[in-house]
């Protein structure tokens, strides 16, 4: 949008100039030609890439998806929309998707409000803020696998710290891996972990952009910190909250790492010994790379895709109104 | 957003990354991928003194058999040498054409043979095609706690020990008279080993071999296997510690599990795994009913740009006489008769192991084996059946519903 008004903009004041001295008409050509299309040869290099490690892999995979695909051998054959059929009617399909949905909400719903309040705490005046801003994101600097390889050994079943301290306080130890609840809520605990330092930063960026003086007239009137925050500072940082809802939809909507690790056969495991918590993504992976099944994959790569871009509108409408309300 | 569908589409479309060699001023430099460490480092060495004008690189590759489907696609990148374990070699059958057929390049199993399962496993068109050769082979022993078996009565002598499971129920029994008088330990790690274990010992598994169709649901030595297998968790005689997991390592460490599957390969892993001060606590024995447990193949791409040179290593690496040399130094089991059955290797004793005939014990279980019918489609399947022991193991089921779930699990990957 910008890159349209762009010339128009530059060429108004060019006019009268050309009037008082003429120029050559080549010259004002190419300056005319220079100012109106340069701006889209500086933002070429990005359309490039982005079509063909974007876009053209995105069709290609549309291609495949019609198709019976073996990764080696390539195609066995149009299929038209059968590997589509087949996925609507795979009870392993619907069950990722159930798990994705169930980590979305826990867990990315999770990391939103963790980094909500963090963010709400770092901004207040702390000692030493930059160590604490710098602490924040360091589990997201960690490798997802070594984040995930410790989680999983600290949710161990006979072993893991969670259960010797369940036990010490008196309860029963729970094997993590063995039911959807308990491995839904072991991996949204990953997930918030890695995430919610980097969202909190993004929040608190913002937050340092409210201004003073509406916080301190609400507190003259005698609004209290809670109130506060919910009528003013979310509120204010709006389109920042809007920006994190949606972008953490879509890293959720792929959820792979932290629950293929938390599972005990790792990448051969199927997330779980009934699927309790495997995603699209691990269903993607397995179709793609344990049973080579391309066609299948891409098939599901683009149900994803499609469904990613429906979900994240629904949030990115909601999260305008649940922001945009008092 | 689109990565889900860039993935697919791009090891499809044929991006693989990496070139393997390089050549420059005559030297020829042949790389290697492993999908675990195959011991070779020092055998590189040898090769190049032997070879000169060969440099060997290896490279490990842990999730090698993802890789190099998308190496082969692609029809660049793939290393002049692969190994892939034996378990996985089934699913490249239907891509054969993509390597070097050895036989052209002179190999066959008369000079310098192979144990003849072994070999066979590693080509197709009736042997026409020899598409892998073979590194090592597992055998199948079971590495046991002195202590512990001192402890609940049981012999420590790996030979008065082998005596005490001929079956696998016996092994189960033994182990619940173990239960009876150790109460802090499990007598086994977990169930999955034993299965994998136990899958070894059939000539057909999942599929059959003469039409590569669906069985298990027809296999009952298969389903009697899983049974008995299944059983050791309800009679409480395996830990359920997961197999290749962190808790097992522990486990093993800390003195929790009394046995553990053990083929040749594994018993540096459980050496590393129970740490230094463990030194001679364990053992080592034959397992019930034999078997092989692993072992890989390596093969030339038909994409490398030095065929000569990399068939030349590969047959090097798997022939007999670096095979003791490997046994001997690094504890890797020969698929050579000639090596194992070779006094030097079966005197062999592993001060670790309690000084336990690690050589003869390993060579009596390969030299029973029957050959072993890989479908193109087991590697798939398997994990239908790891995933029925471990809810059995997580009490969601019983070994009977946990059986016939694995099948219609199975069923749906198999087609």
Redesign the interface.
Known sequence: MSVTELPRAAEAPEAPAARRRPRSPWRSRISRFDLRYTPYLFILPFFVIFGV??V???L???W?SFHE??????DQGWTGLGNYQDLFADA?FWNALLNTGLLLVLGTGGELLAALWLAAVLNRKLSGSAFWRAGVVLPHVISVVAVS?VF??LF????GIFNDVLELVGFDRI?W???RWSAIIAVSTIIIWRWAGYFALIFLAAMQGVPHELNEAAMLDGASKRRIFWSITVPSIRPTIVFCVVMST?IGM?TFAEPQLFD???????G???RQFQTL?MY?YEK?????N?GY??T???V??LL??VVSGINYALSRRIASKD | MAAGAAVIALTASGCGGGSSDSANGGTVTLTVTTHVDYGYRNLYKEFEKTHPGIKVKEVLVEDLPKKLVTQLAANRGAADVVGVGDDIIGKFKPSHERFLNLADHGVNNTDDPWVQWAYDAGTVEDGKFVMGLRTDIGGLGICYRTDLFKKAGLPTEPEKVAELWPTWDDFTATGEKFSKKVKNASFTANTGDIWVGMGNQHKETFFAESDDSFIADKNTELKQDFLTAANMSVRKVSGGYPPFSPEMANALKTGKAATAVCPAWKLDRTKEASGPDNAGKWSVAAAPEGGNWGGSYLMVPKQTKHPKEAVELARWLTSSKTQKQLFLDEGYLSSHPKVYNDPEVQAKKDPYFSNAPTGKIFAQAADSMEPIYRGTKDSDVASAFMNALLRVEQGKQKPEAAWDQAIEDAKKVAG
């Open positions: 490690f974007a053209y892999p995105l290609y995979t549309g495949i695909w073996a990764i080696i051998e390539g392993y390889l999983a050994q161990g079943y006979q072993t094997n891996q063995a039911n879509i792929q005990v056969q790792g990448t051969e495991g199927t779980g010994s009934d993504m993607l793609g790379f344990r049973e080579f391309a994959a891409a599901l790569a683009w994803m895709f990613i871009a």
